[in-house]
Nanobody, 125 residues
């Protein structure tokens, strides 16, 4: 099993940047498919970016070119670099992990069975 703890959220003005971190413990992070999700108030959770164990990266169309997912296997940490932030990026951001093989999309939350508690991101105008 793997334990996930997010950090790095906060408040920023539109156009600003933040870097979220997801520290892992337990099993080796390199064995897991991992992803970032977000859920804004009153909206459904959506996948933002995913990085599978083979290095394939998938982004939601709304963040392509602005967000970047990466993983440091030495420090067992998943990152989400967010640039050119917009007010509509305001949400609770969570990281997720899965060791299972599945046909589900990398941005489908049902693919993942380990979740962190989340870190809040607020983007103001």
């Amino acid at each position: 099993q793997v334990h996930l703890v997010e950090s790095g959220g906060g408040s920023v003005q539109a156009g600003g940047s933040l870097r979220l971190s997801c520290a892992t413990s337990g099993d080796a992070a390199s064995d897991y498919d991992m992803a970032w999700f977000r859920q804004a108030e009153g909206k459904m959770r959506e996948g933002v970016g995913a990085l599978d164990r083979y290095g394939k990266i998938t982004y939601h169309a709304s963040v392509k070119g602005r967000f970047s997912v990466s993983k440091d296997n030495v420090n067992a940490t998943l990152y989400l670099e967010m640039n050119s932030l917009k007010p509509e990026d305001t949400a609770m951001y969570s990281c997720a992990a899965s060791k299972s093989s599945t046909w589900l999309s990398p941005l489908n939350s049902r693919r993942y069975n380990f979740w962190g508690q989340g870190t809040q991101v607020n983007v103001s105008t």
